[in-house]
Structures are given as C-alpha cells and as structure tokens.
C-alpha cells in the first residue's frame, strides 16, 4: 500500500538501524495487483528477499465469498512480476474451508499455485473472527464449521504439497528446501521478537507488550515520550511452558518431553497409541491425523 516515496522513507531509516547483510530475511506482504515490476524491483534494491502474497483462492467465485478484489489472472501476474524483479523467495497464502469453497476448488488451487513454482506456500485454515460477516453467519446456522471437513482439506493440502517437494514443517506451512521462514520459525520457537507500529506486540525477555492503536495516538507518543506502550506483562515461566508446548506442537520437531507434567505425559501415551503423536527418548512430535489436531491435542497437553 505505500508509495515508493514512503518504502524508500520506511527502508532507509531501518538501514540506518540494522545491517542488512546480518540478516537471515526481510519479508514484505504483498497483496495481488497493487503493484507493478518497478516497484517489485524497488522492494529488491531497498533489501527484501521474500514477498509474500496474499492470494487465498485462485477459484473467482472463492474469491468473491472473502471479498478479495483481485482476479485470478491478476495473481498469477503478480507472481511473474515478482520474478522479473529478481525476488529470491515468494510465498502463497492460502485458504481452505471457505463456505462455498469445493474440494475441487481446493485441489485446484493447489495445483494453480504449485504451477506458479513459488518457494514456500501457507495453507490455512479459515478461522471465524469477531464482528465479520461469516461469523455471523455461523452463529445464525447458515454455515457450519465442520471438523471432518477441515482435516479432509488439510490432508488433501498435505498430501498434494509433499509429493511436489515441499516440507510439511509446521501446520500451516510447507517449504522448499532452505525457504523456511525464518521469522515465523522463530515465533514458534518462542524467541523474543519486536513488533512496531500501531497495535504491535512485542516479547523481549519474558516482557510481553503492546503498543496502542490508534495511529495519530502512537505517533503523539512516540514524538513526546519516545515510546507508544499500551500494556505490559511478565510472563512467568508457568505462562511460558504452556505457549512453547502450543506453539512447539505445531511444528515437525515437536516439543522437548521435559515441558511435560506427569499427568500430560500419560495422556501423551494414549494419544500415541491411537497414532496421533509419536514419543521418541526425549520429544513428542505430532504424526498423521494428529498434525490436523492440533488445538485440541494442544489442550490436553496443557
């Protein structure tokens, strides 16, 4: 959405911050067809090696359920154009389970998107937030948000994507080899991150917080106090084992065992025996259907 003016602006006062070259990634999201290859090329030279689209659907009448407003043809454009840009890595967000949405549809936009060779694709589930149309509408019982459904889309996803070459690596992303992405794997491993702007959350040291919402607010508090902090907390190390077990089973690796209390331990062996989860020596990583369940199997662990 910014102008070159304002990426230029953006990019040079964090160049003036951090040396680029020590960096692993610099990631841009990106939505189809709000831009052209120069300034593709532009988020090249100020230093970004991923981009990542938000594409969702490449079925017209999916696209229009979320009310996206680019085309089709418009997404696979903006991939080409990336590429003429020399971007080193793109990934494809996409969507399942989307009222409406086919199991043909969903193959067939996984094949679109495998067509477009992108490095790293993420397929997720949709979710029915607050204060949005769908979830008004499941509330009414004019959708449902079906269980089944769900692991059948997700497995076709694995299935489709694996036998193409990418790695399941956490449940919601699948990448080429050395395209993994480095920020989110992070995240998942609980390092501290720095969020900044209007609304972001930060975790540096066990000090989770927030910074306030409203934009003309943030810059006000920035300019006089030099920090726009809303809230803050301390997480204590209870608060943290519980986040690295959730956030952990959602990756290959899984978790160490030792974040296990004795009574999760044991559920964890009935869960392996049914073939959700596999306990080695000294980890638990989820397997088969178990990897399509993760939230609930989270919860039984916690």
């Avoid at 006062?13 to 052209?36: R, S």
């Avoid at 967000?93 to 679109?112: K, N, V």
Wanted: net charge negative; aromatic share 6%.
């Amino acid at each position: 959405m910014l102008s070159p003016k304002h990426l230029t602006r953006l990019f040079t006062a964090l160049h003036g911050l951090l040396d680029f070259a020590t960096l692993d990634e610099v990631t841009l999201e990106a939505n189809p067809a709000t831009f052209e290859v120069g300034k593709a090329r532009l988020f090249r030279e100020l230093g970004v090696t991923r981009v990542s689209l938000g594409i969702q659907a490449f079925a017209p009448q999916v696209l229009a359920t979320l009310g996206r407003e680019h085309t089709v043809a418009q997404a696979v454009a903006s991939v080409a154009i990336l590429r003429q840009a020399g971007i080193r890595s793109v990934n494809l967000d996409l969507m399942f389970s989307i009222p409406g949405q086919s199991r043909d549809d969903w193959q067939a936009t996984l094949e679109q998107a495998l067509a477009l060779t992108p490095e790293h694709i993420s397929a997720y589930n949709l979710t029915y937030e607050e204060d949005t149309a769908f979830i008004e509408s499941l509330r009414r019982g004019d959708l449902r948000d079906d269980e089944d459904h769900n692991a059948e889309f997700f497995h076709l996803a694995d299935a489709i994507l694996t036998e193409a070459g990418f790695d399941h690596y956490e449940t919601s992303n699948f990448a080429r080899p050395g395209h993994h992405s480095a920020h989110n794997c992070g995240y998942w491993r609980g390092e501290d991150y720095l969020g900044l702007g209007p609304s972001a959350v930060s975790t540096i040291e066990h000090i989770r917080s927030k910074n306030v919402s409203d934009t003309a607010r943030y810059i006000a508090r920035i300019q006089t106090v030099g920090h726009a902090l809303a809230e803050a907390e301390t997480l204590n190390p209870e608060a943290r084992r519980l986040e690295r077990i959730a956030l952990g089973l959602r990756t290959r690796e899984g978790i160490p065992l030792a974040l296990l209390n004795p009574d999760a331990l044991t559920r964890a062996t009935h869960l392996a025996a049914e073939g959700l989860l596999c306990l080695t020596e000294d980890r638990l990583m989820l397997i088969h259907h178990g990897r399509a369940l993760v939230d609930p199997i989270a919860a039984e662990l916690i």
